[in-house]
């Protein structure tokens, strides 16, 4: 089952001889489960796409459909309760609330969204990120791990159609890192939680379902590693 469309997809940055062609009619899909990896040297253009599935910037030309919905034909205050319901967002540098505990940080954009906070799926998030003993702490109080994991667990709370992540190991040491791929992973294979990983290294890669590579924009390559269960 499709669960995210991207077709002919063009970010075009400034205008007449300042322009920047940031992608170039980038086109493909993803199916619901699946763990899909884009890489790419820095400027291709692989943030700059998945800025644009999650909602946070818009295309100058081409359509994305996240579970049927053409996510920028809706206005901001649709696109932004969209986001918040459909879409979580991992980044690199965490962008965790400074003056909210590890609970507050998990089930903030829940509670912004005007919901009931869920008791019990925010102690199942707590425990599967192994954060039990740390979540009344402030960001401050806790290790680069630590950030990252309540950071994941702020996007997988509410049940996202896709979790994207953006260089999520890229502030961390390699052991830590290797550990916040495979609760990453373990989300996506033990959860069916749809999985899109920006990265630029070719090991975290390869750990994927399918590899779409970016140059200058464009896909030049888009190929199964695995086999999706």
């Known amino acids: 089952m499709e669960i995210l469309r991207c077709e002919n997809i063009?970010?075009?940055?400034?205008?007449?001889?300042?322009?920047?062609?940031?992608?170039y009619n980038v086109s493909f899909s993803v199916e619901k489960g699946e763990f899909v990896s884009i890489v790419g040297q820095s400027g291709s253009?692989?943030?700059?796409?998945l800025h644009i599935i999650g909602g946070v910037d818009r295309p100058?030309?081409?359509k994305v459909w996240i579970d049927g919905t053409d996510i920028h034909s809706l206005n901001e205050d649709?696109?932004?309760i969209f986001r918040r319901?459909?879409?979580g967002l991992v980044y690199q540098f965490y962008n965790l609330?400074?003056?909210?505990?590890?609970?507050?940080?998990?089930?903030?954009?829940?509670?912004?969204?005007?919901?009931?906070?869920?008791?019990?799926?925010l102690d199942e998030i707590v425990a599967h990120l192994g954060l039990s003993d740390r979540r009344h702490n402030l960001p401050g109080q806790l290790?680069?791990?630590?950030?990252?994991?309540?950071?994941?667990?702020?996007?997988?709370?509410s049940h996202p159609a896709l979790l994207l992540a953006d260089e999520?190991?890229?502030?961390?040491?390699?052991?830590?890192?290797?550990?916040?791929?495979?609760?990453?992973?373990?989300?996506?294979?033990?959860?069916k939680q749809t999985l899109i990983l920006i990265t630029h290294d070719e090991g975290i890669a390869m750990q994927a379902d399918r590899m779409i590579r970016l140059e200058d924009g464009m896909i030049v390559q888009n190929e199964q590693v695995r086999t999706l269960l």
């Open 97 to 121: 609330m400074s003056v909210l505990n590890v609970d507050e940080n998990i089930a903030l954009p829940h509670l912004l969204d005007g919901r009931a906070l869920d008791r019990e799926r």
């Open 85 to 87: 319901r459909q879409i």
């Open 45 to 49: 253009g692989k943030s700059t796409l």
């Open 60 to 62: 100058t030309e081409g």
């Open 168 to 191: 999520p190991t890229g502030n961390l040491d390699r052991r830590t890192g290797e550990e916040i791929i495979a609760l990453l992973k373990e989300s996506n294979q033990k959860q």
């Open 10 to 23: 063009t970010k075009i940055y400034g205008t007449g001889d300042t322009a920047v062609r940031a992608l």
């Open 78 to 80: 649709r696109l932004a």
């Open 143 to 157: 290790s680069g791990g630590q950030q990252q994991r309540a950071a994941i667990g702020r996007a997988l709370y």
